[in-house]
Structures are given as structure tokens and as C-alpha cells.
């Protein structure tokens, strides 16, 4: 949620709006890249989106 609301933005950026500790956002950011997702003009996309 809180990359929708940046639109773009650094780990930083993202554990400030989220209210998380910055280490969780590239563990999130690790584990969506193992399923396969990819980050793209600020929207998660899952392998099945085209």
C-alpha cells in the first residue's frame, strides 16, 4: 500500500509511509522477486498480469 501511495520511492521512502522497519521492505521486496513478481512503473505485477 504505501508504494501505491508514492507512486516511486526509495526503502526509505517506503518503510516511512508504511510505518515498518526498513530491513522488512527488501526482505518484502526479496520475496516477491523469488515468486517471480517484478516491480514496474510503481505497480506489483504478478507473473500471470500482461
Do not use: F, K
Amino acid at each position: 500500500m504505501a508504494l501505491r501511495q508514492l507512486g516511486t520511492g526509495s526503502a526509505r521512502d517506503i518503510a516511512r509511509i508504511a510505518d515498518v522497519p526498513r530491513p522488512r521492505v527488501y526482505v518484502t521486496v526479496e520475496a516477491l522477486e523469488e515468486r517471480a513478481w517484478s516491480m514496474s512503473s510503481g505497480q506489483i505485477r504478478s507473473p500471470t498480469d500482461q
